[in-house]
């Protein structure tokens, strides 16, 4: 099942992105060096980006400008699977361009837009230009105000396209959000608004809508009559490092549940898109979001369960609890993990439960999707010494070792009749030459050819907060959240969550 049947690895050719400036705010960040940077010189290793490319870096200390190209590019080399060569250090140093100054003085952009303009004549980019805001969430709103009173997202004015990608957190409640895509919808289309998604960037993530929509087979027993239930895990081995200022006033739920659980669910669960347009597909993924049956008071007590990290120990090395995390508040109840059970209200997975659980400091990290199949309608080896037959399972891996697998049921070999269960493996290594990446080369090399596909519409963020809001509130007329032992799979409550509907969680 691991070879391509159709020869051996290939990569359809790709066509060079638009010309354009790729405006870097907060480019002194960790995020631009250990990840967006080399992206882009992974899409330039693999032909995707245009001979008419430049990098416009913003950052707020002037005393970081003299040095920043070089102190990119040696934090970048560190994240390469080959090492930059001198050509690419001179493609990148001979494109870059850096403005200094504070994102809420409307100064910066008119400095901006001089630069733009010298970069652009200086590199042929026309007039496209792709502005990513890697800064704290609070400056999403005022960066976006900035541009928009500055003139600089005007495609009219400016010959060419203007596109902003926003980082996650897309907003810390339903309200924040809601702000936010006011703030952004007041100066931007929501065609020119890329709210990225990181999860959307894997391979298997998007595989998983190939799979499902480009073979035949899946698709007829994908519903009610065939699966039992799905399970989706979202597990980290690491704590919060040193998150623990952002991650003690989000917590699991907001961090992972509302954004990246929601679109594997979605993309699980959702209908076949009319086309793979970027409308159709994230009208499908939506839909899904709209169906997951409203959390009452009731159904919180019952079906979600949170808990906090405890000291333990992961891969036999010990580690400290939550509490003694730094940045943590004294008596947090942040949790650190979610489990919950909910139900899609619609004609394909009504009474399907879809299980799904994310934590911290569990025992392995490791992000799957598993369909649970109905148990065979008869049992014709009551009479031998087959006692119960096992489920098939397909569990579809995120990480690592991105691949899909098939569980089924064999005959032992011998005279005896004896079942036990197999898997059909799927690589995704053994089966494609691997490609470097940093998980952000796809979303990048999608927003500077206008491809919003793999990014949240303003409504989908909104209807994930919907869901998750009165958990929220819930949570907060509840006492504290137990604690599960740094390097389990989390608290007992959850696993009784699932012994209570006679199923039990997989041990990926
Ligand atoms: N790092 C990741 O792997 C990752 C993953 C997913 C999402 N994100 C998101 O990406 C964004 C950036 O993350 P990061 O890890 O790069 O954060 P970071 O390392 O703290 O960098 C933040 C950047 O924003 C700048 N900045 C902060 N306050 C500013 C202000 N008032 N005015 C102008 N610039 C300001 C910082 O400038 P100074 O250098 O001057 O402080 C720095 O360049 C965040 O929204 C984060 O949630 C990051």
């Known amino acids: ?19 354009a400036v790729f405006v870097g705010f907060g480019a002194s960040g960790d995020l631009t060096r250990r990840k967006l940077v ?31 190209a070089e102190d990119v590019l040696r934090t970048a080399d560190e994240h390469l699977d080959t090492p930059l060569t001198d050509e690419e250090r001179g493609w990148f140093l001979g494109r870059i361009g850096v403005v200094v100054g504070d994102v809420e003085q409307p100064a910066l952009y008119a400095d901006i837009a001089a630069r733009l303009a010298e970069l652009q004549a200086e590199h042929g980019t026309g007039g496209n230009a792709l502005f990513y805001l890697a800064t704290p969430p609070q400056l999403f709103a005022p960066i976006a105000a900035g541009l928009g009173q500055a003139g600089l997202l005007d495609e009219a004015a400016a010959g060419g396209w203007r596109r902003v990608i926003v980082e996650k957190p897309f907003g810390s409640d339903l309200a924040s959000a809601q702000a936010l895509n006011r703030a952004l919808a007041a100066v931007l289309n929501e065609r020119q608004i890329y709210r ?44 919060i490092g040193s998150r623990g200022g952002y991650y003690d006033a989000a917590g699991a739920l907001r961090d992972m549940v509302q954004n990246h659980l929601f679109m594997l669910l979605a993309l699980t669960a959702m209908e076949p898109p009319i086309s793979f347009d970027a409308d159709a597909v994230r009208d499908e993924r939506l839909k899904v ?29 010990p580690v400290k609890g939550y509490p003694q995390e730094d940045r943590v508040a004294a008596g947090s109840t942040t949790e650190t ?11 394909r997975w009504a009474g399907v439960p879809f299980y799904l659980r994310t934590g911290k ?14 148990q065979p309608p008869f049992m014709m080896f009551r009479d031998t010494g087959v006692r119960s037959l096992n489920c098939n399972v397909l569990v579809i891996r995120v990480q690592p070792e991105e691949g899909i697998t098939l569980h089924v049921d064999a005959k032992v070999p011998g005279q005896a009749l004896d079942l ?5 493996d799927f690589k995704y290594d053994d089966a494609f030459a691997q490609t470097p990446s940093t998980g952000y080369e796809t979303l ?32 907060q007329s509840q006492p504290a959240p137990p604690c599960y032992e740094s390097g389990s799979w989390g608290p007992e409550e959850s696993h009784e969550l699932l012994e209570r509907d006679g199923r039990e969680w997989r041990r990926p």
């Open 1 to 19: 099942m691991s070879t391509p049947t159709t020869g051996p690895s290939r990569r359809a050719p790709i066509t060079p992105a638009d010309p």
């Open 38 to 68: 080399p992206a882009l010189i992974n899409l330039r290793r693999a032909d995707a980006l245009p001979a008419g490319f430049a990098f416009l870096a913003v950052i707020r200390q002037a005393d970081v400008g003299g040095t920043l």
């Open 196 to 239: 990225i998604d990181h999860y959307l960037g894997k391979e298997t993530v998007q595989n998983l809508m190939i799979f499902r929509f480009a073979n035949s087979i899946f698709e007829p027993i994908w519903n009610r009559r065939y699966v039992d239930h799905v399970q989706i895990t979202v597990a980290e081995s690491d704590g």
């Open 289 to 317: 979001l709209q169906a997951i049956a409203p959390f009452t008071r009731a159904m919180v007590q019952r079906d979600v369960v949170r808990a906090q990290y405890a000291s333990g120990r992961v891969k036999d090395v």
């Open 337 to 347: 993990f979610v489990a919950l059970r909910l139900q899609i209200e619609n004609w």
């Open 361 to 374: 400091r569990l025992a392995r990290r490791v992000s799957e999707i598993a369909v649970h199949f109905r």
């Open 420 to 424: 036990e269960t197999v898997a059909m």
């Open 444 to 475: 990048l090399y999608d927003a500077l050819t206008g491809d919003q596909t793999l990014f949240h519409r303003a409504d989908s963020t909104e209807v994930g907060w919907q869901v998750v809001m009165p958990i929220l509130e819930a949570w």
